[in-house]
């Protein structure tokens, strides 16, 4: 059974770069879209992008270009960096398994930007 | 972007009765080249992670209970509980996976009466 796990730091300053890994235990990265999605504190989601195993990243236009997804396919673990972080990106930050559905979900991480 | 939006934001249901949650997109999520409606539903209890539910707009994901159906095409769905149990109380979403950007609904709180 395919696990999902977000690690990373809690906190994060204003103006400094959130970075987050994902691993993944279970599965292959050669048939699936690997996703990170946030949650406000009001509880919405908002999907941040996906990359798949050739280093293939899609972003949601709304973060401009403040985001990077990469993924390391030897160590089973793709990762989020989101520069410039401003309080708005106080979130439950997941990621995710996609295949055309977003089926496999991390138990995902609170990160609270604050000085 | 496709617009999700959700009615009602939130439900109250006695137990055992039905529970309909509606979701509109902004534009179709029926693919013509495969017939398939590209909606999912989820439910998100408290500290826990969405939860797959329905994909493709009507099909139930493994060990999902049968009172959870889903249905609707185009534009407009519904999420329908047969018969609400204690455990159902949750906030659901649906989300689109149609186009690139993927979005989702705001939410609707489903609590007991």
């Known amino acids: 059974q395919v696990q999902l796990q977000e690690s990373g730091p809690g906190i994060v300053k204003p103006s400094e770069t959130l970075s987050l890994t994902c691993k993944v235990s279970?599965?292959?990265?050669?048939?699936?879209?690997w996703t990170w999605l946030r949650q406000t504190p009001g509880k919405t989601l908002e999907w941040i992008g996906y990359i798949i195993y050739t280093g293939t990243a899609i972003y949601n236009p709304s973060l401009g270009s403040r985001v990077t997804l990469s993924i390391d396919t030897s160590n089973n673990e793709f990762s989020l960096d989101m520069q410039a972080a401003t309080a708005a990106d106080t979130a439950v930050y997941y990621c995710a398994r996609e295949g055309n559905y977003l089926d496999r979900w991390g138990q995902g991480i609170l990160v609270t930007v604050s000085s | 972007d496709i617009e999700m939006t959700q009615s009602p934001d939130s439900l109250a249901v006695s137990l055992g009765e039905r529970a309909t949650i509606n979701c509109k997109s902004s534009q179709t999520l029926l693919y013509s080249v495969n017939n398939h409606n590209y909606l999912a539903w989820f439910q998100q209890k408290p500290g826990h992670p969405p939860k797959l539910l329905i994909y493709?707009?009507?099909t139930r994901e493994s060990g999902v209970p049968d009172r959870f159906s889903g249905s609707g095409s185009g534009t407009d769905f519904t999420l329908t509980i047969s018969s609400l149990q204690a455990e159902d109380v949750a906030v659901y979403y649906c989300?689109?996976?149609?186009?690139?950007?993927?979005?989702f609904g705001q939410g609707t709180k489903v609590e007991i009466k």
């Open positions: 493709w707009a009507s």
């Open positions: 989300q689109q996976y149609l186009s690139q950007v993927r979005t």
């Open positions: 279970g599965d292959s990265f050669g048939y699936y879209s």
